[in-house]
């Protein structure tokens, strides 16, 4: 998906693949392996390509991150998929569900813990 995007968006540009990989500071041979999904692009370099295809970062990490699920899936779909439902369940309550207790206390419950983020 990423791959076809930043494709399609350069070449509407105008901008070369030797340019891109001047660009990203690496060899014509190694950015058309990852354009061409033989290897895949690094989150660094996603956030520099957006910057020169005019882009939004936002956007192309989205199908970034979607891109490395995809290939989990390929590997344990189930497994993905019980991950995915771990995270919307607690995607609201981040922070209170992986908080871990200072060094000095400890908490038996997480609404405990939670209680204690309350009054900081």
């Known amino acids: 998906m990423l791959n076809d995007i930043i494709k399609k968006t350069r070449m509407y540009s105008g901008i070369t693949q030797a340019k891109m990989s001047k660009n990203l500071n690496i060899s014509e041979t190694k950015y058309n392996r990852k354009e061409n999904r033989i290897n895949k692009f ?14 939004s970062e ?22 993905v998929k019980n991950a995915l439902e771990i995270v919307e369940y607690h ?13 000095n206390s400890s908490y038996s419950s997480l609404e405990e813990r939670m209680k204690h983020r309350k009054k900081k």
């Open 42 to 55: 690094e989150r660094h370099e996603v956030t520099k390509i957006a910057k020169i295809l005019n882009m």
């Open 91 to 103: 995607f609201d309550n981040y922070e209170t569900c992986v908080e871990m207790p200072s060094k």
């Open 58 to 79: 936002n956007i192309l990490m989205k199908y970034w991150m979607a891109d490395k699920l995809y290939e989990l899936m390929k590997t344990d779909r189930e497994l």
